[in-house]
């Protein structure tokens, strides 16, 4: 990759959703805005590698977008009142407040993630307007195939242009309906920001924590009470404050029992533990996010890994169980328990999720792992070529490389 195509990757990356959410602002169609963005971004593929990468490479996408826009407008809507298509495309009236909060990524948020959808169509909407990630990058955060999420993405455009959702930030009597949706979408564009799946992409996209850190910043500006928003908070600045710390100079991910914790940000852990002291002075039950959230503060507060409470992590995944039974979380909740009662015990566990979870890459990982400690290296090597064979992310791929290599030379 060249440096034209890297720096039309990275304005890529960071200025997707605001060109979207610009349009959406403007015309009132998500797939006038997608459409017209993506065509906008083509033209930049097309012309930048001769005419250089323009000195605001935001600005030039957004005109070309708008133009784009406009010239679709104008096909399509031969057939509609010619005034009310000039005063959309020509309008230059100030538009009226939208909102508390002037963030048109926040806005294009919770358009989609009206009640009226589906939550799974609410996230999958989301993650593509906002993200910007691709169908296969959220079709593997919801582990479902390609043309499912499709489907539900296309159907909830529609649900929204018929039904005439507005592009806005709800009133405040309209969050708590909609906040839950909201936060699910910005913990999965954290989490793909994290562990980065797309080919091509670095292993941990900053762009994408950043922007998910900072809209959750300000969702608590709107709902400063709301205990699941100070915990999802929380847990991002926890597992943000490892960033540096977690892919090797050369290009490897370094597990959390491996990282230098003097790398750790220190000041995002002091911010992270103190939204969590604050949630549990609160005395009220925890939600998902703010379990998590604790779970990662017992992690962060153990200067070496050896020190670490596994007893309350266990503890902490019991709670998180009887709120979501899933699949991930039990895997997740089994990796604590070898800790704590041994590999065995943890095996037999995951074990029990191979049909939930045969195509996670993850849980193969976790086997090799398990299979490794037991001293089981044959099976361990096919667990490994499995989650390789599934991984997405490059660091994690090098790692899985090293540790399976590792067995064979044992």
Not at 120 to 139: D, F, H, K, S, Y
Not at 364 to 384: C, F, I, N, P, V
Request: charged share 30%; aromatic share 4%; with cysteine.
């Amino acid at each position: 990759m060249n440096d034209v195509d890297k720096a039309i990757a990275r304005v890529h990356h960071e200025e997707w959703a605001r060109v979207v959410s610009a349009l959406t602002r403007r015309f009132g169609d998500l797939d006038i805005a997608e459409e017209a963005a993506a065509e906008a971004f083509a033209a930049a593929v097309e012309r930048w590698p001769s005419d250089g990468v323009p000195p605001n490479p935001g600005a030039w996408l957004t005109t070309a977008a708008n133009r784009k826009a406009i010239d679709r407008i104008r096909r399509e809507n031969k057939r509609d009142d010619k005034e009310k298509e000039a005063r959309m495309v020509y309008d230059d009236d100030p538009h009226e407040p939208l909102g508390a909060i002037d963030d048109d990524r926040l806005r294009l948020i919770f358009t989609c993630c009206h009640p009226a959808l589906a939550m799974q169509a609410r996230v999958a909407l989301t993650l593509r307007m906002l993200g910007g990630l691709t169908v296969p990058e959220i079709a593997r955060a919801f582990l479902v195939r390609e043309t499912t999420l499709e489907q539900r993405i296309t159907r909830a455009k529609g649900k929204i242009k018929a039904a005439r959702i507005p592009y806005r930030v709800p009133t405040a009597e309209d969050l708590p309906s909609r906040v839950s949706g909201v936060l699910a979408v910005l913990f999965l564009v954290f989490n793909e920001g994290y562990l980065a799946t797309g080919p091509g992409t670095d292993p941990v996209r900053h762009d994408l924590t950043a922007e998910a850190i900072r809209l959750t910043r300000l969702i608590r500006g709107l709902l400063p009470d709301d205990g699941e928003v100070a915990g999802l908070l929380a847990l991002m600045l926890l597992i943000e404050a490892r960033r540096t710390a977690r892919v090797s100079a050369n290009g490897e991910l370094v597990t959390l029992d491996e990282q230098d914790r003097g790398a750790w940000d220190k000041a995002l852990i002091a911010e992270g533990h103190r939204l969590v002291r604050e949630r549990l002075a609160a005395g009220v039950a925890p939600g998902g996010y703010q379990i998590m959230a604790a779970i990662n503060a017992v992690h962060t507060s153990a200067r070496d890994v050896r020190d670490t409470d596994w007893s309350q992590i266990v503890a902490l995944y019991d709670q998180l169980v009887r709120l979501d039974p899933s699949p991930i979380v039990a895997l997740n909740r089994a990796i604590a328990v070898a800790e704590l009662d041994g590999p065995e015990v943890a095996l037999a566990i995951v074990d029990s999720l191979a049909e939930a979870l045969d195509g996670y890459h993850a849980f193969h990982a976790t086997r090799a792992d398990l299979l490794r400690r037991l001293g089981r290296s044959q099976q361990s090597r096919a667990a490994y070529d499995k989650a390789i064979e599934l991984a997405g992310n490059t660091a994690e791929t090098a790692y899985l490389t090293r540790r399976r290599d590792q067995l064979s030379s044992a």
